[in-house]
DNA sequence: GGAAACTTCCGAAACGTTTTACTTGACGAA
DNA sequence: TTCGTCAAGTAAAACGTTTCGGAAGTTTCC
């Protein structure tokens, strides 16, 4: 059969010699090259299956100057949410056979050493994940060449982007608890790195837009930002139950906060809902087993399409200089915690 | 200065050019090569520097027929545990200027599907994490030569390993547990993949030897195995304290079946821990939010290990068919489930 | 003093692919 | 026939590195 030498690589000559063509039409298979008859490709195409012959990617890589890889940049700190993304992206690229880098961030200010960290060569470009780029990143990237795109970003960014649209998904939270017969609605949300700042400010906005189109218009005094852990959930909600007129429902920043949130409601002898009313961000095992009705972003698919624009990018369907911009909607998971219509805690999945 | 080209790349001819030297001796000096005088690699060096060259890693690849990479396949329906396992991955190859490959599992069965799609010369070798190696993947790594290491695996694996002492992490909880005065103790474990069975049943047997030991002799009875979801540690819970004698401590198999047990206990209208104690496995933002007490894995540790044992066997360190076992032990997160002696909620950090 | 051994370096030949420039043969149009 | 055009395929030149076989120069040992 083959006459192979010791080596246990089947290089691209030992393929075009059983197939008695030369190496440039086997070479110009896998590339997709037209200049190659119909009748030709297939029979090289079995020859190499019969050898077992796939290019060596390294030899490709130093001629074509494309390692099919790309660098993920993924915050952690934001933990769970980060990890679907990331399911995402791979679920783009398994269908490419690219491959991807990783580097997680554990604080907001190791970005740029991350970034640094990578050599050029080692992908073809970048998709930086719930980031803030600021103005010297920026300008690193442009610098040195590289294709990036940002999933989860700011739309103020100027790079390809995909975007989830917070303010809609405050929207349909306010929204949501206007038609459980809620008027008076009040907003804790958490401070946190500028990236997150940036997030609340749009969930902010879409509050009270939507607060003020279903005419219940939010004083100023209904609205808390606390810090994240559970004592901030307990002295926020303390200091609006003490408020003259209190809330009667609670929109909460994050799934986890709205934990702590629920915890300081029952040390007042209080019942969700039928005392207070509430809604949290994102979705998670917390929000299921607390019976929360949630915020759901759709990280999945933030993931995978960023990963999309970015090879996209690599294949010319996007000019080197042209951004797109994709906006990803987010949808609510009603539970228990904003009345009757919710279902039973267990009754429904996690899900993505 | 540097009489470079049109094209952007530093080529190790341009250097040695410059430095006035062969090719030869400059492609010696990254890789440690002796031959070469002290003071002719500090000037090769400044020359490398200046011209901000470093070899292209594809041309090194190609004859080196080593990528500096390797792949990590890590199942995510453990959720954050993994995550924390790729921290410590990412830590150990950070300081060696690796890189790795990642393929994450959805379902169990994904296993051998994601090791079969990666190719053989992307990547050096295979980190497994937190996975059953069935024979037959293992003779598939066998026949293709590949290097492997499983992190948090089963030590009857004849791969290296690092093992995660459940039998002395259930042992703490027990002991725990004892000494805060319990000695009727119930163990509440989950079903899942065959993966999850293996360390379940190290747990219960760490579990019946400390009881052993401790004197309280469990009854068999006192055993429960309940699907995961919030229904499964409600049914568990009834039927344990429906008993004749009840127990007056439980031990739970993972944080959030701990939760949906909490609740269930909260039905019945007994308080934790007053009316029974508990303690859970692994460590996370829930078990923070419900002042659970629970057995921690330094999961962390587990990834930078494994990592560095496989970097072990690339640099020779360890020879090629050796295999290298370490050992990790849990530890216990004291918190108040177990009674007065644990913090106050939100006292303390999720930590690791 | 000369051979042997060691140190330090050099030139050139790989590594397996892609790509460029060139050949060949077939087919019409002039 | 002669030329140009086109399709299909070929041979050879890269790509940037590592490494092999030497070759100087220096030291060591009889």
Redesign the interface.
């Known amino acids: 059969m083959a006459k192979r030498s010791g080596s246990s690589q089947v290089t691209i000559r030992d393929v075009a010699g059983l197939a008695d063509v030369g190496v440039a039409t086997v070479s110009r298979l896998p590339n997709g090259d037209p200049a190659v008859a119909a009748a030709t490709r297939e029979w090289v195409h079995a020859v190499m299956a019969e050898l077992g012959d796939?290019p060596?990617?390294?030899?490709r890589?130093?001629l074509r100057r494309r390692?099919d890889?790309l660098l993920v940049v993924l915050p952690?700190w934001t933990?769970?949410f980060s990890?679907q993304i990331?399911?995402g992206i791979?679920e783009a690229l398994?269908e490419t056979n690219d491959?991807?880098?990783?580097?997680?961030l554990?604080r907001p200010a190791d970005g740029s050493r991350t970034i640094a960290?990578?050599?050029r060569?080692?992908v073809d470009g970048v998709l930086l994940a719930s980031l803030v780029v600021r103005p010297l990143r920026l300008a690193r990237l442009e610098r040195e060449r590289w294709s990036a795109v940002v999933a989860d970003g700011d739309p103020a960014v100027p790079l390809s982007l995909i975007v989830v649209d917070h303010v809609e998904g405050a929207r349909l939270a306010v929204t949501h608890v206007a038609r459980s017969g809620h008027r008076r609605m009040a907003a804790i949300d958490r401070p946190g790195d500028p990236f997150a700042d940036k997030q609340r400010s749009r969930r902010l906005l879409g509050d009270r837009q939507a607060l003020q189109e279903l005419g219940p218009e939010r004083r100023a005094e209904y609205e808390r930002v606390t810090p994240f852990?559970?004592?901030g959930g307990?002295t926020g909600l303390h200091s609006l139950m003490q408020l003259p007129v209190p809330p009667t429902a609670i929109v909460v920043g994050r799934e986890?906060h709205a934990?702590?949130v629920l915890?300081a409601v029952r040390q007042l002898g209080l019942d969700v809902p039928r005392d207070l009313a509430g809604v949290g961000y994102h979705e998670s095992?917390?929000a299921?087993?607390l019976g929360l009705t949630t915020v759901h972003c759709p990280r999945r698919a933030i993931g995978r399409q960023a990963a999309q624009l970015l090879l996209d990018s690599f294949s010319g369907r996007l000019a080197p200089n042209e951004v797109a911009v994709g906006w990803v909607t987010p949808n609510l998971m009603v539970r228990r915690s904003c009345g009757a219509q919710g279902t039973e805690?267990?009754a429904g999945?996690v899900g993505e």
């Not at 491959?99 to 997680?104: D, H, K, Q, V």
Request: glycine share 4%; net charge negative.
């Open positions: 796939e060596l990617r390294a030899a890589a130093l390692t890889a952690l933990r769970c990890v990331l399911c791979e398994l491959a991807f880098i990783l580097r997680t554990e960290s990578v050599r060569d080692l852990r559970v004592e307990i986890t934990g702590s915890r095992e917390i299921e087993l805690p267990g999945s």
